[in-house]
């Protein structure tokens, strides 16, 4: 089992609607959640972090814990096509208190103008 | 966000080269930093993890003699690939993290520009 699994897409969506990537984790004592961008030929660039259950909002891009479900969500609202890109979804790992993140596979987000 | 210089952007070498990687926080120290590789529309894959002042943590199945990890500074860690291969051919990533008021307890990374490696 990945420990940390997105489904790879790609996902269509059209300019203005809202796109919604998901993102499930298998190690429970996981307590910070990352959400980075990365455009095609580029490095990874961060988005979001989420640490509690609930909602985290900044501008049109909203984060969603739910750490009994082991489930992580990123909504972008009002979608542009320079939101074409793949979310890689990113958790960190607490086994050997090292820091490290496991990040899926990412979400490859097609937006249509 | 915080900023990490990577250089050089790309390499181009002749097999059996080495090629040496250097990763840089610019507005803060970084305790650690990591290095990535990433094949072509697949997700990163975490080399070694390298703590400033001491040995880098190689992940499963990385070659400690192959990819060679210092980091001397809290501002520099440095990757060099040795006797390059066409195989070692990938996009090379670094972040770095820690350092940074709560940034060390938030795991929060922030990414290099990354340096793609192309060995004839």
């Known amino acids: 089992q990945k420990e940390v699994e997105q489904n790879s897409g790609p996902l269509s969506v059209p300019e203005g609607a809202?796109?919604?990537?998901?993102?499930?984790?298998?190690?429970?004592?996981?307590?910070?959640?990352?959400?980075?961008r990365q455009y095609s030929g580029k490095s990874p660039e961060l988005i979001m972090s989420i640490y509690s259950n609930g909602d985290k909002e900044d501008g049109r891009f909203t984060a969603q814990l739910n750490k009994a479900s082991q489930y992580v969500s990123l909504l972008i609202r009002d979608s542009q096509p320079s939101d074409s890109a793949t979310y890689l979804c990113a958790v960190n790992m607490i086994a050997d208190s090292s820091y490290k993140l496991?990040?899926?596979?990412?979400?490859?987000?097609?937006?249509?103008? | 966000g915080a900023v990490v210089s990577q250089h050089p952007s790309r390499v181009i070498c002749k097999s059996g080269t080495s090629?040496?990687?250097?990763?840089?926080?610019?507005?803060?120290?970084?305790?650690?930093?990591?290095?990535y590789r990433q094949f072509p529309k697949k997700s990163l894959m975490l080399m070694a993890t390298s703590n400033e002042g001491s040995k880098a943590t190689y992940e499963q199945g990385v070659e400690k003699d192959k990819f060679l990890i210092n980091h001397a500074s809290l501002t520099l860690s440095t990757l060099?690939?040795?006797?390059?291969?066409?195989?070692?051919?990938?996009?090379?990533?670094?972040?770095?993290?820690?350092?940074?008021?709560g940034f060390r307890a938030k795991n929060i990374q922030y990414f290099g520009a990354g340096t793609r490696l192309s060995v004839l």
């Open chain 2, 80 to 101: 060099t690939v040795t006797s390059a291969h066409p195989e070692d051919s990938s996009f090379y990533i670094c972040s770095a993290g820690g350092g940074l008021a």
């Open chain 2, 19 to 35: 090629v040496k990687i250097e990763c840089r926080s610019l507005d803060f120290q970084a305790t650690t930093m990591f290095w």
């Open chain 1, 102 to 113: 496991i990040f899926g596979s990412g979400t490859r987000l097609l937006v249509r103008p």
């Open chain 1, 18 to 36: 809202i796109a919604s990537l998901n993102c499930t984790y298998s190690d429970r004592g996981s307590q910070s959640f990352f959400w980075y």
